[in-house]
């Protein structure tokens, strides 16, 4: 009975032995764990942080903006001169309507007179 009491016991302090290398393993792989997770995030913090300062949404917008605002210039002075041209174009006619008329009462005039 002695050597079963001795062979438990010798099997407790086995098992606590084990149980005490893998609790210190285990502290082990937390504290790894816990140092990967904040070089994860340092790193991660750090190309943020260098995107940011690489960021130039701010110059694109306001350059497209300016865009915008000389294409919409040019949209007007493009319409304005469309009307311009419409207008000529139709005094144009109206001139060619009356020179015609002209030129056909001076012909009558000519034909009834000689």
Same mark, same amino acid.
């Given at each position: 009975m002695g050597e079963l009491i001795i062979g438990v016991l010798s099997?407790? @302090?086995?098992?606590?032995?084990? +149980?005490?290398? /893998?609790?210190?393993?285990? @502290?082990?792989?937390?504290?790894? +764990?816990?140092? /990967?997770?904040?070089?994860?995030?340092?790193?991660?913090?750090t190309r943020i942080e260098d995107h940011i300062k690489e960021d130039r949404s701010q110059e694109i917008l306001t350059k497209l903006e300016n865009l915008t605002t000389a294409v919409n210039r040019l949209t007007?002075?493009?319409?304005?001169?469309v009307e311009t041209n419409a207008g000529q174009t139709a005094r144009i006619e109206a001139h060619d309507i009356y020179l015609n008329n002209l030129k056909s009462l001076l012909e009558q005039h000519i034909n009834s007179k000689h």
């Open positions: 099997g407790l @302090a086995s098992a606590a032995t084990v +149980l005490s290398f /893998l609790w210190g393993f285990i @502290a082990q792989l937390k504290r790894d +764990l816990k140092q /990967l997770e904040t070089e994860k995030i340092d790193k991660l913090s007007d002075s493009t319409n304005r001169a």
